[in-house]
């Protein structure tokens, strides 16, 4: 086929398109009307998709922050909870310790006054034994020395 047979033939659909579209003005006035909105009307569809999409996947990444974010307070929770045990245990060891102190204080001030008072006796008892001494002493003092003055 040549070249010019290929424009006749060309030249030849292109008027019966015409001949059509003249005969069927309303139907080509829709397609041109709708094809468009159409056309329009898919791309919102398309976009709306793709932001519903980046939503989801924000959605998504938020609450997986979330879930992370849930775990590390499950975490501090539990060191929290042991922190709180050992607190307590560290207080009743303080507290059986202070007890045990005042318990030492409370036996070092008895063994003292007992002390004290053992050797407020001794004392009193060596004084006595003192005091009969010397009465013993000057008794045989007075009773050694000569009363008449030889």
């Known amino acids: 086929m040549s070249d010019l047979q290929k424009l006749e ?9 015409l001949e059509w579209s003249k ?15 159409v056309a329009v009307g898919g791309y919102n569809v398309i976009t709306k998709a793709n932001e519903i999409i980046e939503m989801y996947e924000e959605f998504n990444s938020v609450a997986g922050n ?10 501090l929770e539990e060191k929290s909870s042991t922190q709180q045990e050992s607190i307590i245990k560290m207080q009743e060891r ?11 204080k409370t036996v ?21 034994m003192n005091d009969s001494m010397r009465a013993e002493l000057n008794a045989v003092k007075k ?3 000569n009363r008449l003055g030889n």
């Open 94 to 104: 303080l507290s059986d310790t202070m007890l045990n102190a005042r318990e030492a």
């Open 66 to 75: 979330a879930s992370k974010a849930l775990r590390k307070v499950e975490s």
């Open 143 to 145: 009773a050694s020395t």
């Open 9 to 17: 033939k060309a030249t030849d659909k292109i008027q019966k398109l």
């Open 108 to 128: 070092a001030d008895s063994t003292q006054k007992e002390v004290r008072s053992l050797a407020r006796a001794q004392e009193v008892e060596l004084k006595a």
């Open 23 to 37: 005969q069927n003005t309303m139907l080509v006035g829709i397609l041109i009307t709708v094809i468009p909105g």
